[in-house]
DNA sequence: TCTGGGGTCCTAGGACCC
DNA sequence: TCTGGGGTCCTAGGACCC
């Protein structure tokens, strides 16, 4: 029999490049050429003119400008983000079904079915960029590989707006010299273990005996260290699955864990959180909290029930049950940072979009409401708010606290390059 | 000048059942 | 009666990604 084919370079990883700061470039083009962030007391995203003096996302927006005195600070067009980035995905559509959005502004491609169609990977590459430019007058970069993850580090190596094919015959010249931080899985703190033991380059990382390396990385990144240097990693363009879990989080400096603050900080989380669960027709089983402290060290405290929830009253009892439970178990912590609330274990929860039912009697009586009273109470403001804006409406005490710094707009999209 | 917000995945130990 | 092994679920912690 022939010995295989080696296999063709037929998966691309598109990522728009600093997304955020590019979009406001294009909204207003006396920032174009400039160095600008996106965000006010921290950098969300900075352009490449501004990563040219230092500056990056997470950054505290002060320590940016001793950086870059010229930086503008712009505040973001989160709607135009969504809107921008779902065209490009639009066009990445047009050139192959298999397309795994994994952010706002990166996604997959296998085009192995359709290179007949539009040539060879680096081909696409290079068509596919310039529609994005063209059409929606944005920079994006792409890599080109046999495997998911040797796509995403040519990606890496070819911004800005710029492509890198890998061929599939010399993959080990391509990854050698990079540093480990390229590599899925290495992080600041296995990037830190790492160089303590002298290794900065994959080819280092993949020369060292992988008994002892796996021994205090621990298996799951040996093992994906392993695959990646062997390439074998065999993992599918696949179309997007549905979110495992429904999160918010919200941070303030220090403060005392007054019940007070407890129930209005968790109140606007569980408000965040169910009114998002019941949009997407999900409930879910299992109700996790998150407690900073001062210091930063921070612990979890979870609770599976028999049946899924997403009803917002419901959900701000559990959480601060969950939260005065992790608060007794750390008595020597006096004050707390952060505070976050998240669902899993979700379940399909359709709910029909009729009238809203008659209250029961017991909901008008009593303090606290019933199942259906709650539900029906929190349908009634899902509507308001969809006629009205969010804000129209909410539960006391959840509006009027002086905590959300952040606007709510921010919070929906998560962040990239930090 | 202490560091925002929304997710995923992995590990380890314990409970529980067969 | 004692012991072992496997499977599954739950909780907690941590690293990482965007």
């Given amino acids: ?38 965000g006010g007391g921290v950098v969300l995203a900075a352009s490449y003119e501004a990563k040219a003096h230092g500056v990056h996302g997470g950054m505290s927006g002060w ?54 169609l539009f040539g060879p990977p680096g081909a696409i590459a290079q068509q596919l960029r310039s529609r994005v430019r063209d059409e929606v007058g944005l920079p994006i970069s792409v890599g080109a590989a046999a495997t998911k993850h040797l796509a995403k580090i040519a990606s890496q190596v070819a911004k800005p707006d710029g492509v890198v094919v890998v061929d599939p015959r010399h993959e080990r010249a391509f990854l050698d010299p990079l540093p480990v931080g390229l590599v899925w899985g290495i992080g600041p703190v296995t990037q830190q273990r790492l160089a303590d033991r002298g290794i900065r380059t994959i080819g280092q990382l993949a020369a060292s005996p992988t008994d002892s390396l796996e021994q205090f990385l621990g298996r ?17 363009v696949q179309p997007n699955g549905r979110a495992g879990s429904v999160g918010a989080q919200s941070a303030f400096g220090r403060c005392e864990p007054s019940p007070e603050l407890l129930r209005a900080v968790l109140g606007r989380l569980a408000d965040r959180v169910a009114s998002r669960l019941r949009a997407k027709q999900r409930a879910g ?38 939260v005065r439970q992790a608060l007794a178990d750390h008595p020597d912590e006096l004050q707390i940072s952060l505070l976050a609330i998240s669902v899993s274990k979700l379940v399909d929860q359709p709910v029909l979009q009729m009238e809203l039912p008659v209250l029961p009697d017991d909901a008008v ?54």
């Fill in 63 to 116: 320590r940016a400008k001793q950086l870059c005195p010229a930086l503008v600070f712009v505040g973001g067009h989160f709607s135009e983000y969504q809107r921008l980035a779902d065209q490009v995905m639009a066009i990445l559509g047009d050139f192959t079904p298999f397309v795994q959005r994994i952010s706002i502004d990166e996604a997959f491609l296998d085009v192995a079915g359709t290179v007949h």
């Fill in 1 to 38: 029999m022939a010995p295989p084919l080696p296999p063709l370079p037929t998966i691309l990883h598109a990522d728009l490049d600093a997304f955020y700061a590019s979009v406001e470039q294009l909204l207003d083009p006396a920032l174009r050429g400039r160095p600008i962030a996106v």
């Fill in 285 to 322: 089983r299992t109700v996790t909290v998150r407690v900073r402290f001062a210091g930063m060290k921070a612990v979890t405290r979870s609770r599976t029930g028999a049946q899924p929830l997403a009803t917002t009253l419901t959900l701000t009892e559990t959480a601060e049950s969950l």
């Fill in 220 to 236: 799951a990144l040996g093992s994906k260290v392993g695959a990646l240097a062997a390439n074998r990693d065999h993992r599918k």
């Fill in 365 to 418: 009586r009593a303090g606290s409401p019933s199942g259906s009273a709650r539900w029906a109470v929190d349908h009634s403001i899902d509507a308001v708010r969809r006629r009205f804006g969010r804000a129209a409406v909410g539960y006391a005490g959840v509006e009027l606290s002086p905590m959300g710094s952040v606007p709510d707009e921010f919070r929906e999209l998560a962040e990239h390059e930090l």
